[in-house]
C-alpha cells in the first residue's frame, strides 16, 4: 500500500476530507475453510487542490485487486445487460460506420458490451486482467488478451491490430491509479476521429446522495465534468460530451477526443458551471458530505441495534464491492445481520470481506422470510424488488441507507 503524498494525475496538493478506518479489499470474499490471512488498507479520501480530482490517498496494489477469483460479473444483471446493449447498438450506428471500424474496450470482464461487437462481427478486443471473467467473455465468441491496459499494452495493440475507432470503458478507468500511462496509451492507440468513451459513479451524485458506499478500493477516482476536463487537457485530449446516466446509482458518460477534432456539446460547459454551483472544489462542502456519511453509518447500526433488541431478524440482499465499506467503517457483523443474499456464484458460500457475513443465494431468502432485509444493492432496487415481492407480501420491510437510513 503506497500512501500519496500528491495528485495521481496533476502532482498538485491533496486534501483529505473523509476517513473511513481500515477496510479489507471490497471483492475479496473469505472461504470459511481458508486459513487466508485477510488484506487491510486504510481507507481515505481526498482532493486535489489544483486539478479537483477527488482519489483515494493510498493505493492497493493491482493484483489484489484484479485476479483469476475477481467475482464480479457484469452481465449478473438485467438493468446493465440491457444498458451495455443499447450503449454498443449506440456505437455501431453513430462511430462504427467507417470501413472495418475497430473498437477496444477496458475492463470488458464477462463480454457483456463486446459479445454484441463479436455478433456484429466488428472487429474488437476486450482488455481485461481477470482471468476468471476473461474466459466467459472469450466462451461468448469476444476477443480478450489477458492484461491490464497501459502504455505498454496500447503500444502493442497498435503495432498488432492498427488504432481504435472507439475506446471503452465502463466503470473501469474510475479503478486505474496510473491513469497518465492509460492516457497516454489512448492518445497514441486511438484513430484522429475516433473516440474515447469512459462511464463511472459521478462524484456529484455521490455527494448529493451521502453514497459513500461508492468509496472502496476499485474505486480511487471519482469523476466530474470539471476533473475529466483538466485531466484530459493534460494529455493532448479533450472532454467533447458528458450524458448522465442513471446506472450504478448515478454516473457520467464522458467522451474524449484528440484535442481540437470534435466541437465539444454544449452539456460540457453546462456541467461545469453546474458542478462549480454544487461546491465540489469547495472544502465546507466536502467536509459538510464527510459529517453526513458519519452521521448515516451512526443511523444504520443505531436501527440495526434496535431491531436486534427487539428480537427481529434482519438479512442483506446483494453482498455488493459497496457494502464491505459500509460494513467494516460501521462495525456490522453477522450478530445484526444473520447473512446476506446474493446471486454471483463466486460470493455465495463465502464470507463478506472483514464483516464475515456470510453470504447465500437468492434461493435461500424466503427460507423464512426475515423481518427486515438491508439492501446494499440500491442502484438495482427497481429489478430486486420486482424479483422478490414475496417479501413484501410476507409483511418484510426494506432497509436502505440512500440517501438517508430508512424502511420501506
Ligand atoms: N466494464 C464492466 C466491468 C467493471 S468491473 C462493467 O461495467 O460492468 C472493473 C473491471 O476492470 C474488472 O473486470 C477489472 O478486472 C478490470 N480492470 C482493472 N484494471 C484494469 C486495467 N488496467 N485495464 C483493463 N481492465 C482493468
Ligand atoms: P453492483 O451494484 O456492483 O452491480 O453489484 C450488484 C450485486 O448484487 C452483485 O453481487 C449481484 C447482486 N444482485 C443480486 O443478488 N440479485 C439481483 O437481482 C441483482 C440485480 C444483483
Ligand atoms: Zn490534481
Not at 477496444?104 to 481485461?128: M, P
Not at 488504432?163 to 491513469?179: G, R
Not at 470534435?262 to 465540489?280: F, N, Q, S
Request: charged share 25%; hydrophobic share 40%; net charge negative.
Amino acid at each position: 500500500m503506497d500512501q500519496q503524498a500528491s495528485c495521481r494525475v496533476c502532482r498538485g496538493r491533496l486534501r483529505e476530507f473523509l476517513d473511513l478506518g481500515r477496510q479489507p479489499l471490497s471483492d475479496a470474499f473469505v472461504d470459511p475453510s481458508g486459513s487466508g490471512e485477510e488484506f487491510f488498507y486504510d481507507l481515505v479520501v481526498a482532493a486535489c487542490t489544483d486539478c479537483t480530482m477527488v482519489q483515494l490517498a493510498n493505493e492497493v496494489p493491482r493484483e489484489r485487486m484484479f485476479h483469476e477469483d475477481y467475482p464480479y460479473v457484469s452481465s449478473g444483471s438485467a438493468t446493465m445487460r440491457e444498458h451495455f446493449g443499447r450503449t454498443a447498438e449506440q456505437f455501431v450506428q453513430r462511430e462504427l460506420v467507417g470501413p472495418d471500424p475497430f473498437i477496444v474496450e477496458l475492463g470488458c470482464n464477462d463480454g457483456v458490451l463486446l459479445r454484441h461487437a463479436a455478433d456484429a462481427g466488428i472487429r474488437h478486443l476486450g482488455v481485461e486482467p481477470s482471468r476468471g471473467v476473461a474466459r466467459v467473455a472469450q466462451a461468448s465468441g469476444v476477443d480478450v488478451r489477458v492484461d491490464f491496459f497501459e502504455l505498454r499494452t496500447a503500444q502493442e495493440i497498435e503495432q498488432e491490430r492498427g488504432k481504435a475507432d472507439v475506446i471503452f470503458a465502463a466503470n473501469t478507468l474510475c479503478h486505474i491509479p496510473y491513469i497518465d500511462s492509460v492516457l497516454e496509451g489512448v492518445r497514441s492507440l486511438l484513430r484522429g476521429g475516433g473516440v474515447f468513451v469512459f462511464e463511472d459513479p459521478y462524484f456529484v451524485d455521490i455527494l448529493e446522495q451521502t453514497s459513500y458506499d461508492q468509496i472502496y478500493d476499485e474505486h480511487f477516482y471519482f469523476f466530474t465534468a470539471t476533473s475529466v476536463d483538466n485531466m484530459a487537457r493534460r494529455f493532448g485530449l479533450a472532454l467533447v460530451d458528458v450524458e448522465r446516466l442513471p446506472v450504478h446509482g448515478g454516473e457520467v458518460r464522458y467522451s474524449l477526443a484528440h484535442a481540437g477534432t470534435r466541437e465539444p456539446t454544449p452539456a460540457v460547459a453546462a456541467m461545469i458551471a453546474e458542478e462549480r454551483g454544487a461546491g465540489i472544489a469547495d472544502i465546507g462542502r466536502l467536509e459538510r458530505f464527510a459529517e453526513a456519511v458519519r452521521t448515516n453509518s451512526t443511523n444504520l447500526v443505531g436501527l440495526l441495534r434496535e431491531l436486534d433488541a427487539a428480537g427481529k431478524r434482519v438479512l442483506g440482499y446483494g453482498a455488493t464491492a459497496k457494502s464491505a465499506t459500509v460494513l467494516n467503517f460501521a462495525g456490522v457483523d453477522s450478530g445484526l445481520i444473520e447473512a446476506i443474499h446474493d446471486s454471483t456464484p463466486a460470493k455465495q458460500g463465502r464470507l463478506t470481506p472483514g464483516m464475515h457475513i456470510p453470504v447465500r443465494p437468492p434461493e435461500a431468502f424466503p427460507d423464512p422470510y426475515p423481518d427486515y432485509a438491508v439492501l446494499f444493492a440500491w442502484n438495482h432496487a427497481a429489478e430486486i424488488f420486482g424479483k422478490e415481492q414475496g417479501f413484501r407480501e410476507s409483511g418484510g420491510q426494506w432497509i436502505l441507507y440512500v440517501p438517508d437510513v430508512h424502511v420501506v
